[in-house]
């Protein structure tokens, strides 16, 4: 596990030093990450381009662990290199594509949502709109509510309201979707699915577990918190990408359990 494959090697490489140019040049961000299929600044080739970038060391730091611990095993003694590149783009991009769609239909009901409040705000719809589409504005906001609630006629609150949802529509399309994470996820659900049996020693919780119930648990996980924790700045849909294109994939070649 720990002899380093060349593809495994190469990729290590290439993340680490496109991450080192994106502080050369923020511009890179704004050319190569996934940006929402919706914005002025999406471009197709932007799903395979997001996965060679990372949004800080930790992000970069925790995804080429994942590659340096699952990646060589299965590069060398389950796909070989051909198989193993096809596999790493694929998962990516499948992964980019899920979360393409997921984001479209999301930002789809939030602009529903803003032009049916500009035509009709008030204090009830606005405090309706933001326990939906930003509950933790709400927390931080109450006076506003408050005061907007005793004043519903009142054009200062009526407009601010009306900016507020304009304003949080616009950022939330000019958030743009980066990370090899769709393909590290694809790595570790094909470690799972090929070795199920393999006790692995958790880094932080140093307790042996079978390398099936770690995948499900994380998959479990990853679903959960792409439909309950919104605005975690974490792509969950996209690992849930990364891990589906990886079970088509191994079906596909007919790759076998192992262990």
């Known amino acids: 596990m720990f002899n380093i494959t060349p593809i495994v090697r190469n990729l290590l490489i290439l993340n680490v030093v496109i991450f080192l140019l994106q502080d050369l040049s923020p511009n890179i961000v704004n050319w190569f990450a996934l940006h929402p299929v919706m914005s002025d600044g999406f471009k197709p080739h932007q799903f395979v381009t ?3 970038l990372h949004g800080n060391f930790g992000h970069l730091f925790s995804n080429m662990l994942g590659l340096f611990f699952f990646g060589p095993l299965l590069e060398q003694h389950v796909l070989g290199t051909k198989r193993f590149i096809i596999f790493y783009f694929v998962t990516g991009i499948g992964a980019g594509f899920l979360y393409a769609i997921i984001n479209y239909i999301e930002m789809y009901q939030l602009g529903h949502a803003v032009d049916l409040y500009v035509q009709f705000p008030s204090p009830d719809a606005f405090l309706d709109f ?3 589409f930003a509950p933790d504005f709400k927390q931080g906001a109450l006076n506003f509510l ?3 609630e ?3 006629k009142n054009l200062s609150y009526i407009n601010e309201s009306v900016g ?7 950022e939330r399309l000019g958030v743009p979707m980066l990370g090899a994470s769709g393909a590290i996820f694809g790595i570790i659900a094909a470690f799972g699915l090929i070795f199920p049996n393999m006790e692995m020693m958790l880094l932080f919780f140093p307790i042996p577990i079978k390398a099936k119930y770690f995948v499900t648990f994380y998959a479990l996980y990853e679903l959960y918190a792409g439909v309950y924790i919104k605005d975690s700045g974490v792509a969950h849909f996209a690992h849930i990408g990364g891990m589906i294109f990886a079970y088509i994939l191994l079906k596909v070649w007919r790759v076998k359990r192992m262990y």
């Open 150 to 152: 005793d004043q519903p």
């Open 50 to 52: 997001y996965m060679f």
């Open 164 to 170: 507020f949802v304009k304003r949080l529509y616009q």
């Open 146 to 148: 408050n005061d907007f």
């Open 130 to 132: 933001v326990t939906r």
